[in-house]
């Protein structure tokens, strides 16, 4: 048997897994859950677009229009299928765990369940893989097949890319996805160079234009050093390293107060740009969050 052949099986058996694995844990409550936080009864919101000169002043969205800057539509039709956009960071810093999965793991895990409760509803997936640049693009469909390919996508990734530009994948969804959708960027959030006063302006635009929610993955240890002497660290996506004493208690607060700091500043930036936000960990399962943050969309859809 040769060696491509033998990854191929290999690559199919994870597929399968994680399929099995997935449709267990994506039972009717969790599917229900997912389209009932989106979908409405009877009308169903379309989309926004831009307002043009003898539109129905009426139907100006004033909340979209504040966050773009111009005057935006809001749209309704019959209710309909919705569509779904998995936008997962295949960065380098993703290959990380001090314990249990990696966050790699945790990010396909979120994404599969997302799909298979979509699948589950006959709504369209479409998958976005990025890290420096977007890397595949599956564009929205629905049925089994097509579900599979999601898969098959997710367990095969082979990032050319290290570091996260998000600004980059950002601007590329609003580009690719002209209809309104539900937008899920998975990802750490570890964005070398990109500051959340950088980012800000990028997410404000793609959340007047879609539901967009980020489900951020990290890692225990991310937040507190060990007790453990010197303490060689190595950023992932920009390879530079830095030697700590982490014996040391001001070393470990000053460390905790930092990453405190960044992961808030990356919490209030996604969430005044009008995104909805879900926090994982490497270390706790994810279905919890996630139906918590389905039950909070749900409560806003009654009100």
């Given at each position: 048997?040769?060696?491509?052949?033998?990854?191929?099986?290999?690559?199919?058996?994870?597929?399968?897994?994680?399929e099995y694995r997935t449709r267990r844990r994506v039972d009717s409550l969790f599917a229900g859950n997912y389209h009932s936080a989106y979908k409405g009864q009877g009308i169903e919101f379309a989309e926004v677009r831009p307002y043009e000169p003898g539109d129905d002043v009426r139907a100006i969205d004033w909340n979209v229009s504040a966050r773009a800057g111009s005057p935006y539509l809001k749209l309704f039709v019959e209710e309909r299928q919705l569509t779904l956009i998995l936008a997962v960071d295949v960065s380098a810093s993703?290959?990380?765990?001090?314990?249990?999965?990696?966050?790699?793991?945790?990010?396909?895990?979120?994404?599969?369940?997302?799909?298979?409760?979509?699948?589950?509803?006959?709504?369209?997936?479409?998958?976005?893989?990025?890290?420096?640049r977007p890397e595949v693009f599956l564009p929205p469909r629905k049925g089994r097949t097509h579900f599979l390919r999601v898969l098959r996508e997710l367990c095969a990734q082979r990032p050319h890319g290290t570091r996260t530009d998000l600004v980059r994948t950002l601007d590329h969804i609003g580009r690719i996805q002209k209809r309104?959708?539900?937008?899920?960027?998975?990802?750490?959030?570890?964005?070398?160079?990109?500051?959340?006063?950088?980012?800000?302006?990028h997410?404000?635009?793609?959340?007047?234009?879609?539901?967009?929610?980020?489900?951020?993955?990290?890692?225990?240890?991310?937040?507190?050093?060990?007790?453990?002497?010197?303490?060689?660290?190595?950023?992932?996506?920009?390879?530079?390293t830095l030697t700590?004493?982490?014996?040391?208690?001001?070393?470990?607060?000053?460390?905790e107060r930092a990453q405190h700091v960044r992961m808030e500043q990356?919490?209030?930036?996604?969430?005044?740009?009008?995104?909805?936000?879900?926090?994982?960990?490497?270390?706790?399962?994810i279905l919890a969050p996630m139906?918590?943050?389905?039950?909070?969309?749900?409560?806003?859809?009654v009100a």
């Open positions: 048997m040769s060696d491509q052949t033998s990854n191929a099986q290999e690559l199919m058996r994870r597929v399968r897994r994680l993703g290959a990380f765990a001090s314990r249990g999965r990696l966050k790699s793991e945790v990010e396909v895990e979120a994404a599969a369940m997302l799909a298979a409760a979509a699948a589950r509803t006959q709504d369209r997936v479409g998958l976005l893989l990025f890290a420096e309104r959708a539900i937008v899920f960027l998975i990802s750490d959030m570890i964005t070398p160079g990109q500051d959340p006063d950088t980012l800000a302006p997410f404000r635009k793609l959340a007047a234009l879609h539901e967009l929610t980020v489900v951020r993955v990290s890692d225990p240890r991310e937040h507190q050093l060990p007790r453990a002497g010197l303490v060689r660290l190595r950023d992932a996506e920009s390879g530079r700590v004493d982490a014996s040391s208690v001001r070393v470990r607060r000053r460390f990356t919490r209030r930036m996604v969430l005044s740009s009008g995104a909805d936000m879900i926090e994982l960990s490497t270390d706790r399962p139906l918590a943050h389905f039950a909070r969309r749900r409560g806003r859809v």
